[in-house]
């Protein structure tokens, strides 16, 4: 078996999947009436046609099947708890869908929601999925070991953030799906191309999200035939883990996962601040506003494709850690500076308005 073969093998098997079940998705949610309903904060196109919103089930299947798959391939195996963590990683992502179908399906309330989100990251960390080290941003070398309670309570934020910020990212027709095959992608290279020696065998979960992302990708780009729904939150269950078990990627992640990320950190705080529960979906969301404001959802969505592939293409070409901190700060000043113009915008647009 040639080097690149393993890697061909699962990311075709993971795309094939996903493009089967995808169908089946569309089939099952008209089938049993588990559709997108137009009210509230959603009000796509997609909504208004009541597009199925059982595409967790192309997600979960296609990444689920191939990750046990790729166990039998013979390809280097340098973790020693590589067993564990995926045994964490399977049960813990089958409880994350259960609870994003359930949901999709009885409409769970904020409460509920955490609550599964809370019990799939214990798993994580109960199976060894946790962040162990971290490097320093500004020399590179990596800092002494934290206490236990210290990096189960950052992993624990780390996973639960994750799943947030991808669930709150899904609003436009491809955005999520697309942004997590940019973030695999970036996964993928670090972990089979620039460590030494390479994470084949964790650089195959990778390769699983990336074709699993990309066949669901292929009907929910718009216009949409299939919702993700709880997918969403699976998806950032995912990326969470993966980050952690590829060598906490942070840094990748963060500047891949930048614009989203400090979406949703963003609109905690404005919450907070009008009293309000953190957990309860609204407009405010940068592309929700951007839609309010009259641009289309794909340009929006290749926005962010372009925006989040940028970031995450700087993490292979720059090396310093301190560049790479630079580059996080100049992200996060833009992306400020973004959300300064689009909120003067809509503000002087309802003054208009009015």
């Known amino acids: 078996m040639s080097d690149t073969t393993p890697f061909v093998l699962v990311f075709t098997l993971s795309l094939s999947i996903a493009l089967v ?22 009000q796509s196109e997609g909504d208004k046609r009541g597009v199925s919103k059982l595409g967790s089930i192309s997600l979960f299947g296609a990444f689920t099947f191939t990750i046990l798959v790729a166990q039998f391939l013979p390809v280097p195996r340098l973790d020693p708890y590589e067993v564990v963590r995926l045994t964490g990683l399977v049960v813990g992502s089958f409880v994350i869908f259960l609870f994003g179908l359930l949901d999709d ?51 624990f934020f780390w996973l639960v953030g994750m799943m947030n910020t991808v669930n709150w990212l899904d609003g436009a027709d491809g955005l999520a799906a697309g942004v997590a095959f940019i973030a695999g992608t970036m996964l993928f290279i670090n972990s089979a191309l620039r460590v030494d020696p390479p994470q084949t065998s964790v650089s195959l979960l990778m390769l699983a999200l990336m074709g699993s992302s990309l066949g669901f990708l292929c009907y929910n780009f718009y216009p949409a035939r299939i919702f993700m729904g709880g997918g969403a939150v699976y998806l950032g269950y995912l990326l969470g883990t993966l980050s952690i078990i590829g060598g906490a990627k942070m840094a990748t992640i963060l500047l891949v996962m930048g614009l989203p990320l400090i979406d949703a950190f963003w609109l905690v705080l404005n919450r907070v601040r009008r009293g309000r529960s953190p957990f309860v979906g609204d407009r405010d969301h940068m592309h929700f506003r951007l839609l309010d404001m009259g641009f289309s959802q794909r340009q929006i969505v290749l926005a962010y494709y372009c925006f989040c592939a940028f970031f995450g293409v700087l993490t292979l070409v720059i090396e310093s850690q301190f560049f790479k901190f630079m580059a996080l700060g100049v992200m996060l000043v833009l992306v400020m500076l973004g959300f300064w113009l689009v909120t003067r915008s809509s503000q002087a647009g309802s003054s208009k308005s009015s």
């Open 105 to 155: 399906i009885f409409h769970f309330g904020s409460f509920p929601q955490f609550l599964g989100q809370f019990l799939a990251a214990a798993i994580a960390i109960a199976f060894q999925i946790f962040i162990q080290t971290f490097n320093n941003p500004l020399t590179g070398q990596q800092i002494d070991p934290w206490s236990h309670i210290v990096t189960v309570t950052l992993s």
């Open 21 to 42: 079940l995808g169908p089946l998705a569309e089939k099952l949610g008209k089938r049993f009436n588990i559709v997108s309903v137009a009210g509230g904060r959603r």
